[in-house]
């Protein structure tokens, strides 16, 4: 479970030396994301959900506010945090010159687990994510999908509960989305919270139980994809999203 409460955090502007010269990418930010269910963080590009998710992941430290992962708070339990979340960060890069088993074992080393346990997790991962035709090749000529799931198994390798992955369709052609769906959908059968952002409304609306919109770095709104078409009385969620943050459809 994520539970994040009026998160904060601004950047020194490129190019000022002015020290209070900032810019504020996220501003109070709350909601939650439940275990068992599939939420959906839409937003523009340059929301601030890249920013949102950096924190939770303990990557940045936030100005103002906190949130938990699991229980664990993100700026006090860093280990713990990190032991229970898995992050799939946009476009994560892949060793291109170790095989997609390499890359998989080569993050559970890191992730504390033993060789024998790390080559029986990493496995499992190559036959649930459809990976074993193309599991000894080098990653440096994989596909954009290929990429994205040697990237998702490396998230998955330490069996964390709960899962982040930013834009993780960029760049996917239809089959591969499906495919990525189907295992989202299947993580989140399995009990465990799965937080994904996106600017893509049809992803956003196939796939998400819960939905927190995000517009210029705040929270417009938090519902079910039912619950934001009642509340602003729109039958689209394009329609829904740009009334939600105060434009007209």
Request: net charge positive; aromatic share 4%; glycine share 8%.
């Amino acid at each position: 479970m994520i539970r994040a409460t009026q998160l904060k955090k601004s950047f020194a502007k490129p190019g000022s030396s002015k020290k209070n010269d900032k810019v504020l990418a996220v501003q109070e930010v709350s909601f939650t994301a439940e275990d068992g269910q599939v939420t959906g963080l839409l937003g523009p590009n340059g929301a601030g959900k890249s920013t949102t998710l950096r924190m939770l992941a303990t990557l940045i430290k936030p100005d103002e506010g906190n949130a938990q992962i699991d229980g664990f708070d993100v700026q006090h339990n860093i280990q713990e945090v990190r032991k229970q979340l898995g992050f799939m960060p946009h476009n994560a890069g892949i060793y291109p010159r170790l095989s997609a088993r390499e890359n998989i074992h080569y993050y559970a080393r890191l992730c504390g687990l033993k060789r024998s346990d790390a080559r029986q997790r990493a496995n499992e991962l190559l036959q649930q994510l459809d990976m074993e035709s193309f599991a000894d090749r080098r990653s440096a000529g994989f596909s954009q999908g290929q990429r994205t799931k040697v990237a998702l198994a490396r998230a998955l390798v330490h069996s964390p509960q709960t899962l982040m992955l930013d834009e993780p369709t960029n760049g996917l052609d239809v089959m591969a989305t499906r495919g990525l769906r189907n295992i989202i959908r299947d993580l989140a059968k399995q009990g465990h919270c799965v937080l994904f952002s996106s600017h893509i409304m049809q992803e956003v609306s196939a796939l998400c139980d819960h939905i927190a919109i995000i517009s210029d770095g705040k929270i417009a709104m938090t519902d079910s994809l039912e619950g934001i078409k009642t509340k602003t009385g729109e039958n689209d969620l394009e329609d829904a999203f740009v009334r939600a943050i105060g434009e007209t459809p």
